[in-house]
């Protein structure tokens, strides 16, 4: 299993920005398929973005217009730039590191996560 460490989150008034990191350890991401989930209270873990490592990128429909993932191999890290935020983007917001076939949002692909890291959004 990869060990991930989630980072950058805290509370930001609406319409501002936030970028978040998730460092690996003893893995190096370009063997894995890395992605952003999030869970607010009394709602299920979504999945937002996922930097396949093969190339691909897919967003979520909610936040594709203002989410950014990105990856750096070099420092095993990988980032989710979330710009324009609004209060419902409140939530624990965790990565999460697969290596299947295939390469998603689904949550059970995944079998490594950080502990999260939270975002509030202030109105």
């Known amino acids: 299993q990869v060990q991930l460490v989630e980072s950058g989150g805290g509370t930001v008034q609406a319409g501002g920005s936030l970028r978040l990191s998730c460092a690996a350890s003893?893995?190096?991401?370009?063997?894995?398929?890395v992605g952003w989930f999030r869970q607010a209270p009394g709602k299920e873990r979504e999945g937002l973005a996922v930097a396949c490592r093969f190339g691909p990128i897919e967003y979520a429909d909610s936040v594709k217009d203002r989410f950014t993932i990105s990856k750096d191999n070099a420092v095993n890290t990988v980032y989710l730039q979330m710009n324009s935020l609004k209060p419902e983007d409140t939530a624990m917001y965790y990565c999460a590191a697969a290596n299947r076939d295939v390469c998603g949002l689904g949550r059970t692909l995944y079998g490594s996560w950080g502990q999260g890291t939270r975002v509030t959004v202030s109105s």
């Open positions: 003893k893995h190096t991401y370009s063997n894995f398929d």
